[in-house]
């Protein structure tokens, strides 16, 4: 699967009414915002300031039909050894169709991911999508670490200190 227009960053996938469009501009940062502050259990809380900050900070993937957005995933990585996938959701009204998988298949061949060595994603529920895709639990969990900060987004005003 490769994108459809020749600019890496902007890659967009197309399938029926639906498509995955890594341009900026597209996404609706309210949707996102409100998904991952009310309806995730990862981000519940986060300040809209730094789901901004994030995306900024990541290449963005989202899932549209024609006329809105329905999903949503982001990337950190050097595009060049190592991978973090995160914020990967599909929104309530749009699951069954498949959209899940094919938004991460998406991801997985955006042209700046490939020959990775490592890409990486933490899911609580999501298990079976993701070793769809090759994903598998590490060889040796043991030697994974993590600083961890829980209710992060509660202790103060903006979640930033």
């Known amino acids: ?17 639906y498509r ?9 940062l309210a949707l996102i915002h409100r998904f991952l502050s009310e309806h995730s259990y990862w981000a519940r809380g986060i300040p809209r300031a730094l789901v901004e900050r994030a995306l900024a900070n990541s290449l963005c993937f989202g899932l549209f039909d024609e006329h809105r957005q329905l999903g949503f ?7 060049a050894t190592f991978a973090w996938l995160a914020d990967v959701f599909v929104v309530d009204q749009a ?19 490939q020959a990775l060595r490592r890409f990486m994603l933490v899911t609580r529920d999501a298990h079976g999508l993701y070793a769809g895709h090759g994903f598998s639990v590490p060889e040796v969990p043991a030697n994974l670490m ?10 103060s005003e903006d979640g930033m200190r």
Do not use: F
Request: with cysteine.
């Open 95 to 113: 699951r069954g169709r498949g959209l899940g998988k094919w938004l991460v298949e998406c991801v997985l061949a955006h042209p700046q991911l």
């Open 20 to 28: 995955v469009d890594c341009d900026p501009a597209a996404l609706d």
């Open 73 to 79: 995933a982001r990337v950190i990585s050097d595009c």
């Open 1 to 17: 699967m490769s994108p459809s227009n020749s600019g890496p960053a902007h890659a967009r996938w197309q399938r029926a009414e």
């Open 146 to 155: 993590a600083i961890v900060k829980t209710d992060l987004y509660s202790a």
